[in-house]
Structure formats: C-alpha cells, structure tokens
C-alpha cells in the first residue's frame, strides 16, 4: 500500500486497567482467564467474536484432537476439565459413545459456547465480546496498553501482563516481536471451511463404514477419478455429536494467510464453495446422508497456521523425536507432527511418537524476545515449523493457556512485571497443584513436597 493517511492525535478512555489482560478467548485464552482469575487476579478477556471457543466454535473444528499419549492422560487440568463438563452436557448416548474416552471426542460448538460463559462467570473473569485489539502502546521491550475497537468506539486497557492467545500473537507483533511464518518458502498449511450437516443417519451411514472403512477414503477416491469430487486428500473427518447431526473437517483451502484480512475473506468464499460442493456430493453418495441438510459453515475459515513468536526457546524437531523436557516445562505433548500440505501437488507430514511418550513444552518458548510483559500461548508459540504442526491442537492449547494464566497471575501477586522473574519451581508446583501434567520427575518432586508439608 503506497498511498497513507495520519489519524489525528486523539484522547483515548482508558477502559479498564487489570492484573491479567487476556487476548484472544480460543482454548489457550480460555484456560489462561480461568487460572488466572482462579489464582487471584483480576482478569479481562477481549474476544472479537460474541462467544468463547476459537477455532472450535468460530471455525466448527469438530473434534478436540486426543488429550493421551496413548497410555495415559498428558493434556489434564483445565483442558480435561472443560473436556469432561462438555461431555456432562451433551445428551445420553453422547455421554455413553464417549463416557470413558479422551482422544477425538467430537465438539458441541453450542453446548461449549454456553458452558464456557458460565465458566467465565464462575470464576469472576471480566469479558468483552465482539472487541478486536488492533494496537499495543509500548516503550523498551514493556507494553504499556493495548488498544481495541468495538461499537462503543476505541478505548485502551492496560495490565500488569499480557497473556497473548489471538493465536496470530496480534499483541506481540504490534508490541514489536519477531517472527517466523510457515516454511523456508514461506509456504503454509491449507485452511478448511468445517462445517455441520443435520438430518443424517448415524447408523446407516456406520453400516457403510463397516463395508467400506471410515474417512470416506474408498467413495472419495473413486469420486475423485471420474472427475465428481474436487478435493485433493482422501480422507475426511466426521464426528457425530448425535444420531443425526455431524460437524466435517474435508476439503482443503492453498495459499492463504490467515494473519491478514484478503487471506480470510478469499477463504471464507472459497471455502464456502466448497463446502456447498462437498455436501451435494455427500447427499448424492454416501449412504445415511440422502436427506442431509447443510446446517453451518464455519464463521472464519479454519486457520492451521500464522505466526510464530521467536521465543527465549525454539522447540524443534529434535526436541520432538528426542523426547526431550526442559528445566521449565510447563505442558507436555504427545501429539502427533501432522503438517497438512502447502500445494495441492504435496502431502501430508506425519510423525508419531511411541506410545506413553511425549516432550516437554518450557515456560521460556511462550516468552517473546525483547518483550518483558507479554505470554503468547496456544498455537503462536516459539517452536520450528516441524513441531507447530504438532504443539497447535486444542487440548495443547488449554495447557499453554493454563501455565501462562497462573504465572500472569503469580507475577502480578508477587508484584514483579517481568515474566522472565518467575521462580519456576514455584510455577510449576502450582500447575501440579492445579492438576497439569509435567511428566513423571516433576510430578515426583512435588507430589513429595507437597507430602512433606
Ligand atoms: C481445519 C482445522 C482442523 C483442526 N483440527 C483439529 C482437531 O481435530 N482437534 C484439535 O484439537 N485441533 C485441531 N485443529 C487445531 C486447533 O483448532 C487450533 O490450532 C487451536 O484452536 C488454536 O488454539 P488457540 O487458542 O491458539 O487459538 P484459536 O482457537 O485460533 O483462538 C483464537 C481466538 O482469538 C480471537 N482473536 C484473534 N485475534 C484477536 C484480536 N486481535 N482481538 C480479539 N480477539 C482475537 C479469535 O476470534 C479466536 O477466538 C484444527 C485446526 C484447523 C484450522
């Protein structure tokens, strides 16, 4: 954009000043609010949609990807907590297809919506819906406010810190973080346009399964070679949260940035016409979706990729394969390196850890460089390219979330401001007490204090 334009200076209210500001209200944001508001702080939560959920409810991403390493749970605390109140909410057989299982379970964008501001509520945070944080005043590596817009006009709000979850880490960025984006070409993983069909018929449709497979492989494959199908991987996601509805992650969007608006709005039309295509081909397909009605597109295409704060840590690769912890983990992950493909020409990145195994995720990889106020957490965090394919599920995400609120919290209760001046013993025993896993020599060492006090 060559041509500019100067924005008068203007007297800015200053909205709200609290001990933990929180951006962003997707699973990271949700647990940062709750622990940090659970530990004692006061907390706002600035959303620019009117409900809590991120890519779950603005996106309909149907399933939360597994909270295991296949062994045990690794994702617990918040996550598992909001995991098992949703399932309390759902109907019946929901509760019994689900009642003892913590890997794939399908979302209720509805039934999470209203638990999760009944959550907010429950625990004192301050929300602030339908807010977009466009700015960050800042002086020598500290942030001195954020600014926002919303239909009351602009305002600024300023806290003791910063917890950024707008998974672009939009605070970080304006408050002069440095990044990486994507891959040595700057090339990303797809968007998907998720979306939700009603009217369905679960058993039929799992009768087929049983002949054919799940994932719709064989019938997408066979569409695919007489030209009825445009998509470019065989495979589709579908999780049933009744008999009859079903929420859909298929079909893939190129080449779009989801950290600027053009990217968004190309995938929000492109991906609309998909979605329009993929269900007509469903209807006329696949056994049990005769009478399907599409009921709900995603509100924003699903993004898998932007930003990545550079960090005091990178995790990469290595740290993944090696199994590797650190002095101050504060979450661990067993997911799965799953890098959807940049071009339609290329595949898949998968690499599996073996069961009962997982990494360590350190305090130091959610800290921005140069920044002294500012956790990024959830899918932004500093890590290479390889290992965000893996760190950016959801049930990852609310332990981030989780770590960053409880030590926002502890900070400002401590009255230190710099988030590098967190003794991290005291952090994690917290986050133990809290109910996070840390692996099993942190859980030793405080699980033994703890006896001892
Ligand atoms: C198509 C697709 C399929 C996926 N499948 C799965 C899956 O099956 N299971 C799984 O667990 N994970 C899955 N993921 C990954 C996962 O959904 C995301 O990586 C995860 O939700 C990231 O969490 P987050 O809290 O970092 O951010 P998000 O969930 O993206 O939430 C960020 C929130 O911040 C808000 N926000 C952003 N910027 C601002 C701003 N400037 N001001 C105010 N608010 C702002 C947004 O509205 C949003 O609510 C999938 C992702 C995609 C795109």
């Not at 579908?238 to 950290?259: K, L, P, Q, Y």
């Not at 696949?286 to 709900?296: D, M, T």
């Not at 995790?315 to 940049?342: C, G, L």
Request: proline letters at 4%; hydrophobic letters at 40%.
């Amino acid at each position: 954009m060559d041509k500019h334009m100067v924005i008068p200076a203007m007297p800015i209210p200053v909205y709200d000043e609290v001990d933990v500001l929180v951006a962003g209200g997707g699973p990271a944001g949700i647990a940062a609010a709750l622990a940090a508001a659970r530990n004692g702080a006061s907390v706002l939560l600035i959303e620019q949609r009117g409900y809590l959920g991120g890519m779950a409810t603005v996106s309909q991403v149907p399933a939360w990807c597994p909270y295991t390493d296949h062994e045990k749970p690794v994702i617990r605390g918040i996550g598992l907590e909001i995991l098992n109140d949703m399932k309390s909410r759902m109907e019946p057989e929901f509760q019994q297809w689900w009642k003892d299982k913590l890997d794939w379970v399908p979302i209720d964008a509805e039934v999470l919506k209203k638990l999760l501001d009944d959550k907010m509520k429950e625990a004192g945070v301050r929300i602030l819906y339908h807010t977009f944080i466009s700015n960050a005043l800042h002086q020598d590596g500290k942030v001195e406010a954020v600014i926002f817009h919303n239909k009351s006009g602009t305002f600024a709000a300023k806290a003791g810190i910063y917890v950024d979850c707008s998974s672009d880490a939009d605070i970080a960025y304006h408050a002069g973080g440095q990044f990486e984006q994507g891959g040595d070409e700057g090339e990303l993983q797809p968007g998907t346009m998720c979306f939700v069909m009603s009217n369905l018929d679960r058993e039929k449709y799992m009768a087929y399964c049983e002949e054919f497979g799940p994932s719709l492989k064989h019938a997408i494959n066979e569409a695919k070679s007489k030209g009825a199908l445009n998509v470019v991987r065989d495979w589709a996601g579908i999780s049933w949260v009744n008999h009859h509805t079903a929420g859909f992650n298929f079909g893939h969007i190129f080449g779009i940035d989801g950290s600027k608006a053009e990217g968004l709005t190309r995938g929000a039309i492109e991906g609309r016409a998909l979605v329009h295509h993929i269900a007509d081909w469903l209807k006329q397909t696949i056994p049990g979706f005769e009478e399907g009605y599409l009921a709900l597109t995603g509100e924003q295409i699903g993004i898998r990729e932007t930003r990545r704060i550079i960090g005091d840590v990178t995790v990469t690769a290595d740290d993944f394969m090696n199994r590797r912890s650190f002095p101050d983990d504060i979450a661990r992950n067993a997911y799965f390196i799953d890098i959807h493909m940049a071009k339609p020409t290329s595949g898949m990145t998968i690499a599996h850890l073996p069961p009962g195994e997982s990494h360590g995720i350190p305090y130091r990889a959610l800290l921005p460089i140069g920044i002294d106020n500012v956790i990024v957490a959830g899918r932004s965090i500093s890590t290479d390219r390889a290992t965000q394919g893996s760190t950016r599920v959801m049930p990852n995400c609310f332990a981030m979330g989780e770590a960053a609120g409880t030590a926002g919290a502890l900070l400002v209760k401590q009255g230190m401001s710099g988030t590098r001046s967190i003794p991290i013993d005291q952090l994690q025993q917290q986050l133990v007490r809290q109910g996070a896993w840390l692996g099993e020599d942190i859980h030793a060492k405080y699980e033994k204090e703890e006896s001892n006090r």
